[in-house]
């Protein structure tokens, strides 16, 4: 067994590296006796399994921080997370950084006779390798690829060794350079992936190379070397828990052969998809002619067949498919490029929490183990050999084409082989990748149309349509930039619109998974997204959800509403208990997945965030097949309408949440009538001045200025408010044109009257307190914004808990993804991607507001909202640096109350190039809202 494979993943799964070391008889450098049978190739570690289990070796970098200085670093690692050299984004390389490695080993003398192997997972960039002072062969040049050195000669079994290596930021070579080091992502250097020693038996299978077909056709294309006499190639197919699929099957291997390949057919095996990754594994030995092991080795694969069919669509196993994934770096803020089964596990978990079904690998190949976890776990992986907007030679890039494809070819995640990507593709390399790829997947150009795939990069939404409707695959590697918090689930419901259900549409790959923030020791310890050029993604540095997350969740989920509008606008009315759905899945039906509901009661103002589980039940799955509609009845108690909400949840059958509801049986015009309840006694009086008409209520004061009839003052007792200067409207002019002020009943009103967009208010203070505001509008047209604004000062702010949609801000494009519940967030000031990195976000629009109680250093201010559909406005987040068009407008003020919000941009379009909901609100008329406040208890 190879190290590099599912040896990680144990150590992982085991939680230390000795523990996975010993388990699997890898040896250690600390244990260089233990060993595997002698029919197996025996591993040894140098450095550590990866970036969580790591080995120190003395080192020393040539320039830039601790220039000339011999110290010890931690393998694997990239070196500039730990304090030594410079770092550097895309070009901007110092050529003379370069890193000096020493280590020194002990290999067991048992394996004398054994064909040993320096086997390097990737170094960054050239790696100069000697062994006891003696060069193992040419420097190997490409950070991304494995390479090997047989170093049978130079190695002293069972005594101490010198491994020096020399790495080398910067390539020799220039087409290195220009397609790795030139491109749109941060530089590293070092050996930020394993090295082990690895010994073979003297005749030996050297790789193998699957095509395991969904009609259960298995092929295994074997290399061999030294074999120096006739012998026999022996195989048996198993499931991953040993149970034999068919019998063991053999084909004759002459002297001197380097290649065999074995062939069998299994009956009806469980085939892989990303729903259903039913894994399968082949055990291989070579045997002499009397039937001795020579070697063996077991490689993992799974039975499945990928096709493009022209001008149709993307199928595996006979079903067509659509893609819905995301573009990831590997990338973590303190170890860089240096990754472990743990932190890949953790971004597959994610991606599969958003209902992502696939994930592009840009812009290199990974580490081995992600590719492991996605075999097991199902995603979908365009795996991408290096060539960021520029290209290798031919001389250069052949050999890693070949390193890469040998590698990975045995995964059934893989489904395509990226060349490069915008342009940084040599098409003389395009036919190399089938040269070691039996299966022969199709090769992608990502950004043009290759191989019946139109990959086209960033297309407007207009783009988007004619290509959906046109006579070619479509399926963009790239699209919804996410660059701060524009794109990505911003715009993604109209574009799926068109991308989820066109014939020959297969999906498509946001840009991007995370924002790709290093940890500057230099610089204190600060995030640094080189400005705005790694800012994009869908998730935080260390993985925080942003708003986009929980967008594209649920509009990639595959269990959809069949009428989402009845649960926005009619609900509960006429609700007979049944939930109308539809199967996105491409193969799972419905009846695999579970079905829960809840009825929820929402605590009051003062009673907390959360909601309580008045009564809760499993409903039966319904039999529904993919892309087919059902429904599924829920088992409701008769009481059902007493509660605040219902909702629905559904777990596919690994226990991962895949959808949520959550649809208010009461509305806001209820919630107020059970907290606002009118004075039954006491008074309000009224002091006029020449400025303003100020109404007093217990400890309540409001003054109104009779120059505009804007709110100019608010006390409680002793303590000033400082909410003030509103209503104004968001849009617009209002010129006073009335003004007056009567009892009423136990409250007292203050009527203003206007010429222009704002056409009247009217304030009425109650005797116990309950201020009331009504105010009415006229707008037609388009409209950025659509209501009124208020002043408040943000630094009296401490947080906000409210009963709406959340915990997320939400835009105009990027409304779903939001629940009601009673949520709590404290005050922030993050420009999401750039600085403060604290999820939810604070500042923003707030959908379907009913109440909020703002926590100030002056008090609480509650607002009640009395009719539906409220967004409430706080303040106007923080931006990065160079946003380009991943803005929104706000409008004045610090908090608005309103009936249309912005949408927002990506980093290549502005809204005016993205969909319907991109569109500025389109006003109709007349307008009326009624929102009440209370200060302090």
């Known amino acids: 067994m190879e190290f590099n494979r599912r040896t990680a993943l144990i150590i992982s799964t085991v939680g230390g590296a000795t523990a996975g070391l010993s388990a699997l008889s890898v040896s250690s450098t600390g244990e260089a006796g233990a060993a595997l049978a002698d029919p197996a190739t025996k591993t040894m570690l140098l450095t550590g399994a990866d970036a969580d289990h790591t080995v120190d070796w003395e080192f020393q970098v040539t320039a830039g921080r601790r220039a000339g200085e011999w110290g010890t670093i931690p393998t694997p690692s990239n070196w500039e997370c730990h304090g030594f050299g410079s770092y550097h984004y895309g070009g901007d390389l110092v050529p003379e950084e370069k890193g000096n490695y020493r280590h020194r080993f002990t290999p067991p003398a048992s394996w ?160 892989w998809t990303a729903e259903t990754p039913n894994l399968h594994q082949v055990e291989l030995t070579l045997v002499s002619s009397t039937g001795v092991p020579l070697h063996t080795t077991v490689e993992r694969f799974g039975f499945r067949t990928i096709e493009v069919r022209a001008g149709d669509g993307i199928y595996v196993n006979g079903k067509r498919i659509v893609l819905k994934g995301a573009n990831r770096h590997t990338f973590w803020p303190t170890s860089g490029r240096a990754s472990s089964p743990r932190l890949a596990r953790l971004d597959i978990g994610l991606m599969k929490d958003m209902n992502m079904n696939a994930v592009r690998m840009s812009h290199y190949p990974p580490d081995a183990f992600f590719l492991d976890l996605c075999d097991e776990l ?67 150009h990502p950004w043009t149309t290759f191989s019946g795939v139109d990959t086209s990069h960033y297309q407007t939404y207009s783009s988007t349509a004619s290509k959906a409707a046109g006579t070619t695959v479509f399926m963009p590697t790239e699209f919804l930039h996410g660059l701060y918090d524009g794109g990505a689930g911003a715009g993604l419901n109209d574009y799926w619109k068109l991308m989820g259900g066109a014939q020959r549409s297969a999906g498509g790959f946001i840009w991007a998974l995370v924002d790709e923030s290093v940890v500057r020791d230099d610089r204190g310890g600060a995030l640094d997204t080189h400005g705005s050029r790694a800012p994009d993604g869908i998730l935080g540095p260390y993985r925080e959800k942003e708003g986009s997350f929980f ?129 039954t006694m006491g008074s309000v009086t009224a002091v006029e001045t020449a400025a303003g008409v100020t109404l007093v209520a217990g400890a309540t004061r409001v003054t109104i200025g009779k120059a505009d009839g804007r709110l100019t003052g608010v006390r409680r007792g002793s303590t000033p408010v400082s909410l003030a200067n509103g209503p104004v409207p968001a849009g617009g002019a209002a010129t006073l044109t009335g003004f007056g002020h009567f009892r009423d009943g136990t409250g007292w009103v203050v009527q203003a009257d206007y010429a222009g967009d704002l056409t009247s208010v009217r304030w009425r203070l109650d005797a116990n307190g309950w201020l009331r505001l009504e105010y009415r509008y006229r707008a037609t047209g388009d409209h950025d914004h659509l209501g009124v604004n208020f002043d408040y000062p943000e630094a009296n702010v401490r947080g906000l808990t409210w009963l709406g949609d959340g915990p997320y801000r939400v835009y105009k494009n990027r409304l779903r993804g939001v629940q009601p519940d009673v949520w709590h967030k404290p005050f922030d000031d993050t420009a ?18 009913c109440w909020a109680v703002l926590d100030t250093t002056e008090g609480a201010v509650t607002v009640v909202a009395a009719e539906e559909g409220l967004y409430l406005r706080l303040f ?50 007349d307008y009326h809202r009624t929102v009440y406040f209370r200060f302090g208890a």
Not at 394 to 417: K, Q, T, Y
Not at 832 to 849: C, D, L, Q, V
């Open 112 to 271: 004398a006779g054994r064909r040993i192997f320096l086997v390097f997972e990737a170094a960054m960039t050239d790696a100069d390798v000697r062994v006891n002072g003696v060069s193992a062969g040419p420097a190997h040049q490409g950070g991304f690829y494995r390479f090997r050195y047989d170093v049978t000669a130079l190695l002293r079994l069972g005594q101490e060794n010198l491994l020096e290596a020399t790495v080398s930021k910067e390539s020799a070579d220039a087409s290195v350079n220009d397609a790795e080091r030139r491109g749109d992502f941060w530089n590293f250097g070092g050996l930020f992936r394993p090295v082990s020693l690895q010994a073979y038996p003297a005749a030996r299978i050297d790789r193998v190379a699957i095509d395991a077909r969904a009609d259960g056709t298995f092929a295994a294309h074997v290399t061999l070397a030294g074999v120096t006499v006739a012998a026999r190639l022996t195989a048996q197919l198993r499931g991953l828990d040993g149970t034999a699929v068919g019998g063991a099957f053999s084909v004759a291997v002459a002297s001197g052969a380097t290649g065999a390949t074995l062939t069998t057919n299994a009956a009806h095996p469980p085939l």
């Open 551 to 679: 967008t594209i969740k649920d509009i990639w989920s595959p269990v959809q509403l069949a009428s989402p509008a009845y649960y926005d606008s009619v609900f509960p009315a006429s609700f007979d208990k049944t939930v109308k759905l539809v199967n996105r899945y491409d193969f799972t039906n419905l009846r695999m997945c579970r079905f829960s509901w809840q009825l929820l009661a929402f605590p009051a103002p003062g009673g907390g965030s959360g909601h309580r589980i008045l009564a809760q039940g499993q409903a039966e799955a319904p039999a529904v097949a993919p892309g087919d509609t059902g429904a599924v009845t829920l088992g409701l108690p008769a009481d059902w309408t007493g509660a605040d909400a219902l909702r629905l949840s559904v777990t596919d059958a690994t226990g991962r949440d895949v959808s949520c509801w959550t649809w208010r049986i009461r509305k806001a015009p209820d919630f107020a009538a059970n907290l606002v309840k009118p004075a």
């Open 378 to 444: 199902g995603l979908y992986v365009l795996d991408e050999l290096t060539g960021w907007q520029r290209h290798y030679d031919e001389g250069a890039g052949a050999p890693l084409v070949e390193a890469m494809v040998e590698r990975d070819v045995n995964h059934p995640s893989i489904l395509f082989w990226d060349n490069g990507n915008e342009g940084g593709w040599n098409t003389a390399l395009d036919d190399d990748f089938g040269r070691y790829d039996p299966q022969r997947r199709p090769v992608l």
């Open 832 to 849: 999401t991607g750039a600085s403060g990195f604290a999820y939810p976000e604070f500042k923003g629009y707030h959908a379907r507001t």
């Open 876 to 925: 106007t987040p923080a931006v990065g640096p160079d946003p380009q068009n991943a803005v929104v407008t706000y409008p004045a003020g610090g908090v608005s109350f309103l009936d249309g919000i912005a949408p927002i941009g990506n980093k290549f379009h502005g809204v005016a190039a993205l969909g319907p909901e991109s569109r500025p609100n389109a006003a109709t008329g």
